[in-house]
């Protein structure tokens, strides 16, 4: 079968240009947007900024306008005797003129505008009055919803336009005798109330009703969801039954000393819950495989160390991973502090640890006696190995690849049934013997935490090989954080709140933005800036730090803020993630405006932890484009990290968020939209998992339809005709 209308050229072009291949291609190519051609309206009631429009009337005269060698403008006085409008071609202008009568009666579609005060509009469609040729305008759809397709420039130049591509759809779903073939099965279908397959197909592009576009569109994007769904939780299950989790089974002296002892505060009622989800995963004999999010100062570190306290009281060692050498630092600092007084030996790999020091962490590790590795990825690196490796913890998830979160696994790497009963063999454990001998290697749980957090609908698309904590509650006491906007023009008045937050003895960040691809000149900025800072608080002191910093000096500026000698750190983002210190009260972030909200949202995380009210303040230039006023103003209203979150995620789309293209897992969404069809990924969701609890191994042949049909999509090779 071939496609009447498409030779070789257009072919390539609609290759080239769209990416369309086959008649599948072609179907699924969906159009933006419909426009309602059941309306027609009055030349008179006509504004300049409507959307497209219809209008019954005729051609009075033309007028034609030289616009240069070999190219005119060609006008046509129209009127409909509610008033006048011109219809306006800067090029196709003589076709027009030959073919479009003075005194016919014609169907005129398009955008109008205003011009030097005249009606117009450009480019119109024209087609004959529908009270002349009702069959003529069936062929294009008839007078119905008009679909309309996106086009490049490239394609307007052959004069392939919108109108085109809908003329291709029709011919070919006229063309196609059999019903498009369904690809859910029925009951599915039955009880969610989807439309069929071949009645979305045809409906999506040529609708009868509004109600039936809808219905269509639902169920288009429904069957993109649910695929994405099926496809991951297949590899989570896959997963599952590749690999075994050690289980955890005691809790012992290690954990209930600290519970007793050394917890200084009672856990909020979301960390509790949290760690029963952890215990529940680590008991279970599968794999841990679980993704923790909990807005800044949520109290996640807690959370890891009792996880990492359970798997030391099952014999296990245990390694927490952060993204930096501060954070690492800190997070020694932060747990050592927690296991005061405590047998736990805890140890620190970052690149600086060299020499006799490095060789003792190592040394310890293979012999189990270092018990808790805190690091950055030093830690993956081969030459660390440890003994008994039964949790990772990874801070700040989206910095990690998932290749690196395979790099750890492997380093727990054992196969217990094989010790067990081959103890001779002098291979044993070695990765290659597993599949002959058919066991299944245990692995290291691996809990991956982040302060950014990321919508539901988002997390379930791309990470649905993880499950999701939340901890959805902030420890007691804290006071929610004030933001404001000031324009840098009321720098003074800003300067003056900060020297009384400061006398009051609070801390204060200044922050400079620092984008890679201008580094030079925000670095040159933040020098700048600094001196100004300096001047204008003779009488405080201040530090500054960068990420172009020596690390060593960049420490130490840092503990210099901590420790309070300093009372200003003005600094880039390097201090995004993690630094805590709770006298800070005060965040000034300078040029808000180019920082992303996620951003502006872990800036803001620095203050509000302490006891005492603190402070977020965006300065800004005057001048703000509409998003940034967006921005800014979802940034003023609320502190709740997952509405950012979602706010951000609608304002940039998915494709941008941190950490979210490495997936991998996902297929490219034609039509539905994470942002925004929530209700249907989680439906999507709960089917594909019915399916999944149903039929783990992907044999029963009530499934065969959707396995066939996943097996399709992940080759990409839909079998369809080539469309030429
Ligand atoms: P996160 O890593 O989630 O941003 P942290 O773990 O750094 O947050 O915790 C922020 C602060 O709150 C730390 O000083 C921590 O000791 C404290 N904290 C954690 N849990 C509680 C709790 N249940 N009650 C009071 N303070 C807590
Ligand atoms: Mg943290």
Redesign the pocket.
């Known amino acids: 079968m071939y496609l009447p209308g498409v030779g070789p050229n257009r072919k390539k072009v609609l290759s080239s240009e769209l990416g369309i291949e086959t008649f599948g291609d072609l179907l699924e190519y969906y159009p933006y947007k419909h426009v309602d051609r059941t309306k027609i309206y009055k030349v008179h009631d006509l504004t300049g900024d409507m959307p497209f429009v219809q209008v019954v009337g005729h051609i009075l005269s033309y007028e034609t306008f030289e616009m240069g060698p070999g190219r005119e403008r060609v006008v046509a006085h129209f009127t409909d005797g509610t008033g006048l409008m011109d219809l306006v071609w800067f090029n196709g202008g003589k076709y027009a003129k030959k073919n479009y009568l003075t005194g016919k009666e014609y169907l005129i579609f398009g955008r109008p505008s205003v011009f030097n005060n005249r009606l117009q509009v450009q480019h119109p469609d024209v087609e004959p009055s529908p009270a002349d040729s009702p069959e003529k305008n069936e062929e294009t759809g008839g007078p119905g919803f008009r679909p309309f397709y996106n086009t490049t420039d490239k394609m307007k130049k052959l004069n392939m336009t919108s109108r085109t591509v809908e003329r291709l759809v029709k011919t070919l779903l006229d063309k196609l005798k059999e019903p498009l073939p369904e690809t859910i099965p029925d009951f599915i279908l039955g009880s969610r109330h989807l439309m069929g397959r071949d009645e979305a197909l045809r409906a999506i592009h040529f609708p009868q009703s509004a109600r039936q576009l809808e219905a269509a569109r639902v169920r288009l994007k429904f069957e993109e969801l649910f695929f994405v769904q099926l496809n991951i939780l297949r590899y989570a299950s896959d997963q599952r039954h590749k690999y075994r989790g050690y289980v955890f089974r005691r809790i012992g002296p290690v954990f209930n000393d600290f519970y007793q002892k050394n917890l ?5 009622a979301a ?1 509790k819950r949290v760690m029963h989800e952890i215990r529940a995963d680590v008991c279970s004999g599968r794999q841990m495989n679980r993704l923790l999010q ?9 959370v890891a160390l009792m996880a990492m306290l359970i798997a030391l009281d099952n014999g296990y060692q245990a390694c927490m991973m952060a993204p930096t050498e501060i954070l690492a630092e800190q997070h020694l600092a ?1 747990l050592k502090d927690f296991l005061s007084d405590m047998p736990v030996r805890v140890e620190l790999l970052t690149g600086m640890v060299k020499g006799k020091k490095r060789q003792e962490v190592l040394d310890g590790l293979l012999s189990g006696k270092v018990e808790i590795l805190v690091g950055t990825h030093a830690v993956i690196e081969d030459t660390v190995q440890f003994r008994q490796l039964g949790l990772v913890v990874v801070d700040e998830q989206h910095r990690f690849g998932v290749a690196q979160r395979a790099k750890l696994w492997g380093k727990g790497l054992r196969v217990e049934s094989l010790e067990l009963s081959d103890a001779s063999s002098a291979n044993n454990g070695k990765a290659s013997q597993l599949s002959t001998l058919n066991a299944q290697p245990s692995i290291p749980h691996v809990l991956v ?1 982040t ?1 950014t957090p990321i919508p539901r609908t988002l997390a379930m698309t791309l990470y649905g090989d993880l499950d999701v904590s939340v ?1 959805d509650e902030l ?3 804290r006071k929610p954080i004030r933001t404001t906007h000031v324009f840098e023009t009321r720098m003074t008045s800003l300067y003056d709140g900060i020297r009384r937050q400061i006398r009051e003895g609070r801390q204060v960040y200044i922050v400079f933005p620092l984008i890679e691809e201008s580094e030079k000149i925000d670095l040159k900025n933040l020098e700048q800036g600094f001196e100004v800072l300096r001047e204008a608080f003779p009488e405080f002191r201040l530090s500054k730090v960068h990420g172009k910093m020596k690390p060593h000096d960049k420490e130490e500026e840092m503990q210099r803020f901590v420790s309070g000698e300093t009372q200003i750190l003005v600094a880039t983002t390097v201090i995004e993630v ?1 630094v ?1 210190v ?1 006298n800070a009260s005060v965040m000034v972030i300078l040029d808000a405006q180019r920082f992303g909200l996620s951003q502006l949202h872990q800036l803001r ?1 620095r203050v509000g ?1 302490g006891a005492d009210q603190s402070y977020c303040i965006l300065v800004t230039p005057f001048k703000l484009s509409e998003d940034t006023r967006k921005r800014i103003d979802i940034m003023c209203e609320t502190n709740d990290g997952f509405r950012i979150a979602e706010a951000d995620l609608k304002l940039r789309g998915p494709g941008d968020l941190e950490g979210t293209q490495q997936s991998g897992i996902a297929f490219d969404l034609k039509i539905a939209d994470i942002a925004r069809d929530g209700q249907l990924v989680q439906m999507a969701r709960d089917e594909a998992q019915k399916v999944i609890n149903d039929d783990p191994t992907c044999q029963s042949a009530r499934y065969q339809l959707l396995w066939s049909r996943l097996r399709q999509l992940r080759k990409g090779q839909i079998n369809w005709s080539k469309i030429s």
């Not at 200084?264 to 909020?268: D, K, S």
């Not at 909990?294 to 807690?302: M, N």
């Open positions: 200084p505060f009672e856990l909020t960390q909990g807005d800044v100062g949520s109290g996640k570190t807690l932060t935490m302060a901890i420890p007691p006491g993690g805590n709770p995380g932890r």
